[in-house]
T-cell receptor
Framework: GESVGLHLPTLSVQEGDNSIINCAYS??????FIWYKQESGKGPQFIIDIRSNMDKRQGQRVTVLLNKTVKHLSLQIAATQPGDSAVYFCAEDTGRRALTFGSGTRLQVQP | EAGVTQFPSHSVIEKGQTVTLRCDPI?????LYWYRRVMGKEIKFLLHFVKESKQDESGMPNNRFLAERTGGTYSTLKVQPAELEDSGVYFC???????????FGSGTQLSVL
């Protein structure tokens, strides 16, 4: 398994607060976007996805927003919990399913 | 249901040696992908199998890397000869059908000394 990289932007939040993690994607032809969560020693775990014909999608405690005009994706986590602490990656796909991953953001939840 | 499993979890080899990584996808998943993360950089696509056929190998860095999926079940990724810059984490992922979400394994941490 992997010990996730040290030099990542970090978002530190208090337990119970909402978290917003942002991602800029590069390819205007991308039509499918995914957020992954990676905990230490594990592989990326699917959180939520969104297709380019949508601008918002909600899951359980998570919401993804897509702004195609500025090629921006965000992940909102409601009532952040200590178990949410991890590295979060956005990924984009042009349809080939050869995903292009962002560099990741580390989320630290303070009790 | 077992997830995607990768073996070994860690491998330490010397430059010039050969290493073979193995991935067992989720049973019934026709699509199998290899990705890698080197030097703490982004996770990058290597290649995609549909059953035993290579659908897309555009991400393979050079001819020192050879991926196989004989019989369309498990896959191996061989690096021969390994170089220092090959160090990183190699992830495997699978999906039942093309276009469906990917399930990732925990990765193989490869260190080339």
């Amino acid at each position: 398994g992997e010990s996730v990289g040290l030099h990542l932007p970090t978002l530190s939040v208090q337990e119970g607060d909402n978290s917003i993690i942002n991602c800029a994607y590069s390819n205007s032809a991308s039509d499918y976007f995914i957020w992954y969560k990676q905990e230490s020693g594990k592989g990326p775990q699917f959180i939520i996805d969104i297709r380019s014909n949508m601008d918002k999608r909600q899951g359980q405690r998570v919401t993804v927003l897509l702004n195609k005009t500025v090629k921006h994706l965000s992940l909102q986590i409601a009532a952040t919990q200590p178990g949410d602490s991890a590295v979060y990656f956005c990924a984009e796909d042009t349809g080939r399913r050869a995903l292009t991953f962002g560099s990741g953001t580390r989320l630290q939840v303070q009790p | 249901e077992a997830g995607v499993t990768q073996f070994p979890s860690h491998s330490v080899i010397e430059k010039g040696q050969t290493v073979t990584l193995r991935c067992d996808p989720i049973s019934g998943h026709d699509n199998l992908y290899w990705y890698r993360r080197v030097m703490g950089k982004e996770i990058k696509f290597l290649l995609h199998f549909v059953k035993e056929s290579k659908q897309d190998e555009s991400g393979m860095p050079n001819n020192r890397f050879l991926a196989e999926r004989t019989g369309g079940t498990y896959s191996t990724l061989k690096v021969q000869p390994a170089e220092l810059e090959d160090s990183g984490v190699y992830f495997c992922a699978s999906s039942k059908r093309t276009g469906e979400k990917l399930f990732f394994g925990s990765g193989t941490q490869l260190s080339v000394l």
